[in-house]
T-cell receptor, first 114, second 113 residues
């Protein structure tokens, strides 16, 4: 079946602009995760949803980062007033359940802040 | 801090050889472990998961877990040039951070013909 999809695949934003990144998980997957991957590093956890509930947002680096999943399927990661240090690949992953199933990643959105 | 450390690369092996990738983790509560393969410019792709001590084999891949030593490894037998990628080790805790994965920095593997 279809995997995790993300859009846009590439985003260039001027410093100070707001951006919204979309994730469409695998159908039927309850859990959805956002990760940030800087060049040469492993992915770093940002936030986690189980259905529409955001159960863990401890990885969000600042209050400029906000995520939502209002109907328990598609999720949006929003970054307000983007800064150069926000430049990274933003990865979305989904799993059937959080505690005992594998996570599958989407293709990512590469964000470049100029 | 729940850290996952991977052996420093890059690792270079000839085609047909066994590639050995190693990973240690600091959180004793970690219960599940994963190996992801990431080609340059692509997203991580799950290749192995392991949950209990011992070996788990899938085709040319074998994952090994030793919880007492807090050590995970991935062996790739009969390495092919198409195996050239960065391999990410990840752990998942069973504690309060249920669900989130902790990743190492990755080991870059090159298989030369």
């Amino acid at each position: 079946g279809a995997g995790v999809s993300q859009s846009p695949r590439y985003k260039v934003a001027k410093r100070g602009q707001d951006v919204a990144l979309r994730c469409d998980p695998i159908s039927g997957h309850v859990s959805l995760f956002w990760y940030q991957q800087a060049l040469g590093q492993g992915p770093e956890f940002l936030t986690y949803f189980q259905n529409e509930a955001q159960l863990d947002k401890s990885g969000l680096p600042s209050d400029r980062f906000f995520a939502e999943r209002p109907e328990g399927s598609v999720s949006t990661l929003k970054i307000q007033r983007t800064q150069q240090e926000d430049s990274a690949v933003y990865l979305c992953a989904s799993s059937f359940a959080a505690s005992s199933y594998e996570q599958y990643f989407g293709p990512g959105t590469r964000l470049t802040v100029t | 801090q729940k850290e996952v450390e991977q052996n420093s690369g890059p690792l270079s092996v000839p085609e047909g050889a066994i590639a050995s990738l190693n990973c240690t983790y600091s959180d004793r509560v970690s219960q599940s472990f994963f190996w992801y393969r990431q080609y340059s410019g692509k997203s991580p792709e799950l290749i192995m998961s392991i949950y209990s001590n011992g070996d788990k084999e899938d085709g040319r891949f074998t994952a090994q877990l030793n919880k007492a030593s807090q050590y995970v490894s991935l062996l790739i037998r009969d390495s092919q040039p198409s195996d050239s990628a960065t391999y990410l080790c990840a752990s998942r805790s069973g504690g309060s951070t249920l669900g989130r994965l902790y990743f190492g920095r990755g080991t870059q593997l090159t298989v030369w013909p």
